[in-house]
């Protein structure tokens, strides 16, 4: 028997009234994800439940190679139905992973399966489940029109020609999408092949003909102008920590040659370098109106031989311990002072930096724009109950958690929506245990009006995109 009952993660009655009346039914604006955009364009019908829940999923293909299981039952050349036992095997050792929530609350959520999945049930839940994604309830739109996901924010790089995005604007589902505009690449100049391979395929995509940095930098912006004219409101880097050793133009312009040539880029160079187009590319959001996203501290593709024989986002990365005080302070003061600074979110990826986070968001805070720069929710490996918690706190306690834009999936997965719920029950259960302790007030008129705004509205006005059909309810 299952333990999602309708009182999951809601331990007082205060936080049952504000789930239930206020978070339950807001729509979902998923304003940063991997969702693949060609499987929305094509409105992808899932083979079976391998398909849909392991194919990419590397906190499951972690958790497998935890359990002893070999690669090939991973991302190997097993079938799915061999793949999707392994999984079954390996979940009853989640106890107390977020994995053993999330899979728990999907299947209900997705399939209306209300057992726990192991070896004993494991080919009971496939073939049910493989049953029901012949529905197109559980097709990709299907999936989008069922929890009401009202955007969803795809991750892609500088040259995209965004065909798929155009294909959904034509068929004018209720969920839009956008693209974010993510050019890390355009960073990595320590990696001279192929970074001057991707300068190579820009220009062309550009049609500059010319090669100096002044034709690189318009056509960086000409890109941001197209992706823009798609709808794009948010930009986004993965970066270890920000850069911020600023320098003079002419010295960038000598490492851009340099680079271009083939020379070897020192690590103060890759930083001054970093640092110049960090700065242009605050002032392009700046002044189109986007929000940047800036998600830091991983350390990504540790294992080596993995990475050799699969490639990025294999389930190899983990949290970095790099410094962020210093050089977040240092960017973000450079572009106060050149009148740069864009509306941003935050991310941290090591814990112990959610309290330098929450207090350099409050540094730079400007009206009119309330919450003009937030500390962003729980990610990637904080994107759990003692995560998400703790990023709650240390927002609550040093900056405003009413201008919250609250949660988001940063997921390949469209089984990943159950995340929102996730979110919703803790965020409704701290707030309900305040209450019940007395160290709220119990005004459920003015709590759930911060409840709904969380989930919903701040999300909804901060960002400013068209939300096509779904509107938030406001009680």
């Given amino acids: 028997m299952s333990f999602i009952t309708d009182d999951f993660l809601l331990r007082t009655d205060t936080a049952r009234k504000l789930y ?16 693949p955009p060609e499987a929305v364009a094509g409105n992808r019908q899932f083979e079976n439940l391998f398909e849909i829940w392991l194919e990419g999923d590397h906190y499951k293909w972690r958790a497998m190679r935890t359990h002893g299981v070999d690669e090939r039952y991973i991302t190997g050349d097993a079938t799915p139905w061999e793949k999707f036992k392994a999984f079954s095997e390996t979940l009853p050792y989640c106890l107390r992973n977020p994995l053993y929530h999330w899979s728990h609350l999907e299947l209900k959520r997705y399939f209306g399966i209300d057992k726990l999945l192991g070896p004993d049930t494991a080919k009971e839940i496939w073939d049910e489940a493989n049953e029901k994604l012949k529905s197109s309830e559980l097709s990709a739109h299907g999936i989008l029109e069922r929890f009401k996901v009202s955007v969803v924010c795809t991750t892609d790089d500088p040259l995209d020609e965004l065909r798929e995005h155009d294909s959904v604007q034509r068929q004018d589902l209720p969920t839009r ?24 395929r820009l220009f062309e995509r550009t049609g500059v003909s010319s090669d100096d940095f002044s034709a690189f930098l318009s056509a960086l912006e ?25 320098t003079d133009e002419q010295t960038v312009v000598g490492i851009y040659h340099k680079a271009r040539s083939g020379g070897i880029v020192s690590a103060l160079e890759k930083s001054q370098f970093a640092s110049y187009l960090m700065a242009f590319f605050a002032r392009l959001d700046n002044e ?30 983990s949290i970095g311990d790099f410094p962020q005080g210093k050089s977040l302070s240092g960017y973000l003061g450079h572009l106060s002072g050149k009148g740069w600074l864009p509306q941003m979110v935050l991310y941290n990826l090591n814990p112990r930096d959610n309290y330098l986070f929450a207090t350099m968001a409050g540094n730079f805070q400007q009206g009119p724009k309330a919450g003009k720069i937030q500390f962003g929710s729980g990610w990637w490996f904080l994107d759990q109950k003692e995560g998400m918690t703790w990023q709650i706190n240390a927002l609550s306690n040093l900056g405003l958690l009413g201008h919250f834009v609250g ?53 909804a006005n901060y960002f400013g995109f068209d939300l096509g059909k779904y509107e938030g309810l406001k009680n």
């Fill in 177 to 200: 999408m956008y693209p974010t505009f993510r050019p890390d690449k355009a960073l990595a100049i320590e990696d001279v092949e192929n970074w001057n391979e991707w300068v190579g």
């Fill in 288 to 317: 189109r109106g986007w929000t940047k996203q800036l998600h830091l501290g991983a350390l990504r593709n540790n294992n080596r031989g993995l990475f050799e024989r699969l490639g990025a986002d294999i389930g190899c990365d």
């Fill in 407 to 459: 949660m988001l999936t940063d997921s390949r997965s469209f089984m990943s929506y159950c995340r929102h719920e996730y979110f919703r029950r803790l965020l409704c259960n701290l707030i309900g245990e305040d209450v019940e302790n007395g160290e709220l007030p119990n005004d459920l008129a003015m709590l759930g009006n911060r409840v709904e705004n969380i989930c919903y509205f701040n999300a």
């Fill in 20 to 35: 239930n009346d206020y978070a339950k039914d807001q729509p979902i604006i998923d304003y940063h994800c991997h969702l």
């Fill in 222 to 246: 000409s890109r941001h102008d197209f992706f823009h004219s798609r709808g794009c409101r948010l930009s986004d880097h993965g970066l270890e920590h920000c850069f911020a050793d600023f």
